[in-house]
């Protein structure tokens, strides 16, 4: 996962350049943005049932989002974090957040 996150960031920031030049390549970067969000959708659906209340799914769905940014990767590997570090702050925090448990250990 590690990789493809930083594989992921070395494209945003080459993204963020060209959306800013073209509006094709906006409205592309847009159509990837929201199958990415029906893909996360499909993520947390399952997980409904078992959300801590009284969270719901878009909220849920919202925070799945927001919590995976590339540039949350980004901003945490910048200030020194290694990928397994990511990795573990990401599943915690989205366990405590959507599910309400504690890390484990």
């Known amino acids: 996962m590690g990789n493809q996150w930083a594989t992921g960031a070395e494209a945003l920031a080459i993204q963020q350049d060209a959306m800013r030049a073209d509006p094709d390549v906006a409205a592309e970067i847009a159509a990837v943005l929201a199958e990415r969000a029906e893909r996360l959708k499909a993520v947390v659906r399952p997980l409904e049932p078992h959300l801590r209340g009284p969270l719901t799914l878009d909220t849920a769905h919202a925070l799945l989002l927001a919590l995976s940014l ?36």
């Open 70 to 105: 590339l540039e949350v990767y980004r901003e945490l590997r910048g200030r020194g974090w290694s990928d397994s570090q990511y990795q573990a702050w990401l599943g915690g925090v989205l366990r405590e957040q959507l599910l309400g448990r504690e890390n484990p250990g």
